[in-house]
């Protein structure tokens, strides 16, 4: 019985309300971001709106000023002409009622008074004229609307100028690599070089790294700090970490410093391998279209001519100018298979990412088949096809929907069966191949993923994902707390000065401070 005698089905029905509510809510999260990310391009598009009107104003405001001046002018002007030939007048009339048998002086005098009236005239007819010809482009409305044009014109050519080298100098600023990264990953090699047998690998190799029960990793860098952020953050939040399994693949060049890194870490029991992209043998320029068109004269020129007239020609396509969207680090992600041929799932992080929850739910979401597991980035009519690829191509027209959801690399899980079964590495090198002349699509590994995974690709919940801390700083910090994967996609990378401050301690927590040469290198703790 519910005490007060109350019908004994009213609670069931509240909670039922109330599980209706929330999941409302949830539903309409996606909505809400959708609409916060809206009314942030409103209200852009209304402050740049807003900058125009206020230089218009002020251009108006010289006009007007300009205008009073020369009124005031012209004024003053026409009133000293009107004395003059007043005083002319009555010089004349008194030069005609003189009686001619007076006073030569006094004659005289009138005659130099005329001579000195008649040299002011000229002086203020020449000065009247002056100021007609110079107020003319005030007070000619077609000279005064191609002045201000020819104005405008200018000052968006200095904008966007100004534009153009400072987002080179910002790409310039993400893209290079701080003085301590690059002392830690000497000091790290120097260490490996010093004591190779305790860096050696095991041999054989453990059996956990192809045990297909396992949850596997895949994370691919050549930034040593970064990449053991990713690790110890999945180490941290992991149920049980001793189930887990890195495949952290390098460059020949910083391999010793990212063993010598993740071997110092506590791993907690969790298994890990570290190699070089060079030890993959099939990696080669006869399979791997990346690295034959490499070999391209003009591919090169492209992505290493240095001069900054050159390098700023483009600015909405400059960062993809950059060198790194050739490195085979950069496309290893489509190669995964056949690197872990006994694998059958596999999760890819970027190494700009910060795992915050335990991931072993993503092995139990069904895939329907399909290849490639990702969040989508779409709303409205942002991050679609159409913004990636060049659909005035007949291939692109042909092949693909304008307005397909466009879906975000960083955290991805791959089901390596379906991987197989779609033939997907093949249907990437085919593409890659149509675009070596780069007319399909702009330069990055976004695109020809998209094209790659295209109808292959299962939504995930946009909690599993947030991205954006690397340019948005509107993200709420709800958002970034409820998410399994935070990502610093972007150029404001949490362990550049420029990162911003209100998410770098979702990074700097897995950075060990107290490590000899991570002080070594004089690295800043929060």
């Known amino acids: 019985m519910v005490a007060g005698g109350g019908n004994p089905g009213r609670p069931v029905a509240v909670l039922a309300l109330l599980l209706l509510l929330l999941a409302a809510a949830g539903a309409g999260s996606a909505a809400v971001n959708g609409d ?109 609307i191609q002045r201000l044009k020819d104005t405008i014109f200018a000052q968006n050519e200095l904008l966007a100028r100004a534009k153009k080298r400072g987002a080179f100098a910002s790409l310039i600023a993400a893209k290079s690599i701080p003085k301590p990264l690059h002392c830690l990953a000497v000091r790290l090699t120097a260490e490996r070089i010093a004591r190779p047998e305790q860096y050696a690998d095991p041999v054989p190799p453990p059996r956990a790294l192809e045990d297909p029960a396992l949850f596997h990793y895949a994370i691919f860098s050549d930034n040593v700090l970064a990449a053991s952020c990713v690790v110890r953050s999945a180490v941290a939040n992991s149920n049980d970490p001793s189930k887990h399994v890195f495949h952290v693949v390098t460059d020949r060049m910083n391999l010793g ?100 929850r335990d991931l072993t739910g993503l092995w139990k979401i069904d895939m329907d ?7 989508e980035t779409c709303f409205g009519s942002f991050h679609r096809y159409a913004q990636y690829m060049n659909f005035s191509h007949p291939l692109i027209k042909a092949k693909f929907n304008p307005n397909a959801c466009g879906w ?50 299962k939504p995930l919940e946009k909690s599993w994902h947030v991205l954006g801390l690397g340019y948005n700083p509107s993200i709420s910090m709800e958002e970034i707390r409820n998410a399994a994967v935070v ?32 002080r070594q290198c004089n690295f800043a703790p929060p």
């Open 36 to 144: 916060r990310l809206r009314a942030e391009q409103i209200r852009k598009q209304a402050s740049d709106a807003a900058a125009s009107a206020a230089a218009l104003a002020a251009a108006s405001r010289r006009l007007h000023l300009d205008r009073a001046r020369h009124l005031r002018l012209l004024s003053s002007l026409h009133r000293n002409l009107t004395n003059t030939l007043r005083a002319l007048s009555i010089a004349a009339e008194s030069a005609c009622a003189s009686d001619p048998s007076s006073d030569s002086a006094a004659a005289s005098a009138n005659v130099s008074s005329s001579r000195q009236l008649d040299l002011q005239a000229k002086d203020l007819i020449r000065a009247a004229r002056a100021a007609i010809s110079n107020s003319k482009s005030l007070f000619d409305p077609q000279l005064k």
């Open 257 to 356: 410093a990212m063993q010598v890194i993740i071997r110092r870490m506590d791993l907690k029991g969790a298994h890990y391998e570290v190699k070089a992209f060079e030890d993959y043998k099939f990696l080669n320029s006869s399979y791997v279209p990346v690295l034959r068109q490499l070999e391209s004269a003009n591919l090169q020129k492209f992505y290493f001519e240095n001069k900054l007239e050159n390098a700023t020609k483009d600015a909405s396509n400059m960062k993809f100018r950059n060198p790194k969207y050739l490195s085979m680090l950069n496309h290893l992600r489509f190669y995964l298979p056949e690197m872990y041929p006994k694998l059958h799932r596999i999760l890819f992080l970027d190494d700009d990412v910060v795992v915050q």
């Open 369 to 375: 088949g399909k290849v490639n597991g990702a969040v």
């Open 408 to 457: 975000a690399y960083g955290m991805n899980f791959f089901d390596l069966d379906s991987w197989r079964r779609e033939k997907c590495t093949e249907q990437y090198h085919y593409w890659q191949n149509q675009n070596e002349n780069r007319t399909l699509w702009k330069l990055g590994t976004l695109p020809p993923g998209l094209i790659t995974f295209y109808s292959t690709t």
């Open 487 to 518: 990502h610093f996609n972007g150029n404001m990378k949490p362990w550049l000065d420029i990162g911003m401050n209100q998410f770098r301690h979702l990074w700097t927590k897995y950075v060990d401070y107290d490590d000899s040469y991570i």
